[in-house]
Nanobody
């Protein structure tokens, strides 16, 4: 089981940027597909972005495409989510997640049920 710790959340004005980090221990990220999900108050957890263990292929939710970028630093065993042009509707608790699955197409890795390890979450609040 991989342990995940998120950081980097905070309060930002609309149009601003934040970078979230997810530090992993217990398993090298070079062999792990990772993802970011978010959950707003009163809403279900939703997929944001994912990055594959092989080749670093990425896939994004339509709502964040072109504004968010997921990346990883294998040497630091850390995954990042760079969030630009933030909107009030991006306000949520952001979670990083790791999966034991290796060979599913990256575009299918949008279901939270495929991810077995989760961080504690970091709050992102975007003001108008």
């Amino acid at each position: 089981q991989v342990q995940l710790v998120e950081s980097g959340g905070g309060l930002v004005q609309a149009g601003g940027s934040l970078r979230l980090s997810c530090a992993a221990s217990g398993r090298p990220l070079s062999s792990t597909t990772m993802a970011w999900f978010r959950q707003a108050p009163g809403k279900e957890r939703e997929f944001v972005a994912t990055i594959s263990w092989s080749f670093g292929t990425t896939y994004y939710a339509d709502s964040v495409k072109g504004r968010f970028t997921i990346s990883r630093d294998n040497a630091k065993n850390t995954v990042y989510l760079q969030m630009n042009s933030l909107k009030p509707e991006d306000t949520a608790v952001y979670y990083c997640a790791a999966t034991n699955l290796k060979y599913r197409p990256i575009a299918t890795m949008t279901d939270a049920r495929y991810f077995s390890s989760w961080g504690q979450g970091t709050q992102v609040t975007v003001s108008v």
